[in-house]
């Protein structure tokens, strides 16, 4: 099992930023894969970017120049730095792990990007 901690939503004005974090614990695989997810309502769970333990990350256009995924291996957690926010990120922001056998998420956190 895996659980997932995240931290740092909240509300912002538009061109504002924000920084998520996620910090993993319990049966972590050397080789694995962190990143993120957003739901906003009535829409389906997208990838924002994630990170892999190999050196790959993705990111979602809408993400690509604005946002900036980051891990620290070594606290088997994954970062998001989000500049210039718009109120179409305005979502539920999930944490996600995957080690290629088992995939597991957090909770979530609320972004609203509202002036």
């Known amino acids: 099992q895996v659980q997932l901690v995240e931290s740092g939503g909240g509300l912002v004005q538009p061109g504002e930023s924000l920084r998520l974090s996620c910090a993993a614990s319990?049966?972590?695989?050397?080789?694995?894969?962190l990143g993120w997810y957003h739901q906003a309502p009535g829409n389906q769970r997208e990838l924002v970017a994630d990170s892999s333990t190999e050196g790959r990350t993705n990111y979602a256009d809408s993400a690509k120049g604005r946002f900036t995924i980051s891990r620290d291996n070594a606290k088997n957690s994954v970062y998001l730095q989000m500049n210039s926010l718009k109120p179409e990120d305005t979502a539920v922001y999930y944490c996600?792990?995957?080690?290629?056998?088992?995939?597991?998420w957090g909770q979530g956190t609320q972004v609203t990007v509202s002036s």
């Open positions: 319990g049966s972590i695989r050397s080789i694995n894969t």
């Open positions: 996600y792990y995957t080690d290629y056998f088992s995939d597991y």
